[in-house]
Nanobody
Framework: VQLQASGGGLVQAGGSLRLSCAVSERTFSKRYMGWFRQAPGKEREFVGAISWSGGRTYYVESVKGRFTISRDNAQNTMALQMNSLKPEDTAMYFC?????????????????????WGKGTLVTVSS
């Protein structure tokens, strides 16, 4: 499974960015997907996840109400819409795919991550 995140950049606080993740795998529609981030000098943080159909999502408290995860199974893509950005959102953002046998497990993913990872895209929020 190959994943590639894109769409990062520099934005002012209060602004918006939309990240995309392209996945090259024919069973994409059967995998739970997620976003993670890692700020300089900090540990990786789970941002949120989306179910196969997109009908179920999970967000960590720090981004709830500001970030939205969506997916397009026909295009094998996932997106992270980030609104009302704050300087503390500055990080490298990674998209990830769960193992094909995983059940819906945000608490597990938050602690242990997902099975497949792509290269990140840098988001910088200036104050």
């Amino acid at each position: 499974v190959q994943l590639q995140a894109s769409g990062g950049g520099l934005v002012q606080a209060g602004g918006s960015l939309r990240l995309s993740c392209a996945v090259s795998e024919r069973t994409f529609s059967k995998r739970y997907m997620g976003w993670f981030r890692q700020a300089p000098g900090k540990e990786r943080e789970f941002v949120g996840a989306i179910s196969w159909s997109g009908g179920r999502t999970y967000y960590v408290e720090s981004v709830k109400g500001r970030f939205t995860i969506s997916r397009d199974n026909a295009q094998n893509t996932m997106a992270l819409q980030m609104n009302s950005l704050k300087p503390e959102d500055t990080a490298m953002y990674f998209c990830a795919a769960a193992h094909s046998d995983d059940k819906w497990s945000p608490s597990y993913w938050g602690n242990y991550g997902m099975h497949h990872w792509g290269k990140g895209t840098l988001v910088t929020v200036s104050s």
